[in-house]
T-cell receptor, first 115, second 114 residues
Framework: AQSVAQPEDQVNVAEGNPLTVKCTYS??????LFWYVQYPNRGLQFLLK??????LVKGSYGFEAEFNKSQTSFHLKKPSALVSDSALYFC?????????????FGAGTRLFVKA | DAGITQSPRYKITETGRQVTLMCHQT?????MFWYRQDLGHGLRLIYY???????DKGEVPDGYVVSRSKTENFPLTLESATRSQTSVYFC?????????????FGPGTRLTVL
């Protein structure tokens, strides 16, 4: 069965510093991996995805994520955090082996960026 | 306006009442989804639909009913609401070109069952 874990409920970082939000996954086939962001009282917005190819994926708002197959991880990163990056971040995975559109979401990590 | 909309945005109801949450998308996406968001659980899939008149259960379908008579609409009905169904409900859709694509989410409906 596919699963995804976000080991940190909350990440605190100072504005201008690099940020990392961690995600690990488990699937039987090849993973399709996604990051979404949720601002207060809003739906989730897509940030980036890994399907195949380069392990470093670039997405919206200066975010990027690194796919590491050996560590089954897909950590979200940004070189310089902004206060406006403060939000709830979700990692999600689909299992290419089982097919279909079933997506499993992590529990979410709340990011606080202090000015 | 184009996009995916949900109504109502907020709903308070009582235990045992029937409640229907509406979802409408203007992109003609084939796939639509209903999720619930609860603290500590992230998003959990309730039901999804691959096309009009085709629906299937997700992780937590008990107590919910869906229908999809038109591509653009995907209503979710709680037949007899329970307190455990207090949650934020999100509708989402995705394009038809395979499982590689991201989902587009509505703004959510906050449901409180008293």
């Amino acid at each position: 069965a596919q699963s995804v874990a976000q080991p940190e409920d909350q990440v605190n970082v100072a504005e201008g510093n690099p940020l990392t939000v961690k995600c690990t996954y488990s699937v039987s086939g090849n993973p399709y991996l996604f990051w979404y962001v949720q601002y207060p009282n809003r739906g989730l917005q897509f940030l980036l995805k890994y399907i195949t190819g380069d392990n470093l994926v670039k997405g919206s708002y200066g975010f990027e994520a690194e796919f590491n197959k050996s560590q089954t991880s897909f950590h979200l990163k940004k070189p310089s955090a902004l206060v406006s990056d403060s939000a709830l971040y979700f990692c999600a995975v689909r299992d290419s082996g089982t097919g279909g559109f079933k997506t499993i979401f992590g529990a979410g990590t709340r990011l606080f960026v202090k000015a | 306006d184009a996009g995916i909309t949900q109504s109502p945005r907020y709903k308070i109801t009582e235990t045992g009442r029937q409640v229907t949450l509406m979802c409408h998308q203007t992109w003609s996406h084939s796939y639509m989804f209903w999720y619930r968001q609860d603290l500590g659980h992230g998003l959990r899939l309730i039901y999804y639909s691959a096309a009009a008149d085709i629906t299937d259960k997700g992780e937590v379908p008990d107590g919910y009913v869906v229908s999809r008579s038109k591509t653009e609409n995907f209503p979710l009905t709680l037949e007899s609401a329970t307190r455990s169904q207090t949650s934020v409900y999100f509708c989402a859709s995705t394009v038809t070109t395979g499982a590689l694509n991201e989902q587009f989410f509505g703004p959510g409906t906050r449901l409180t069952v008293l």
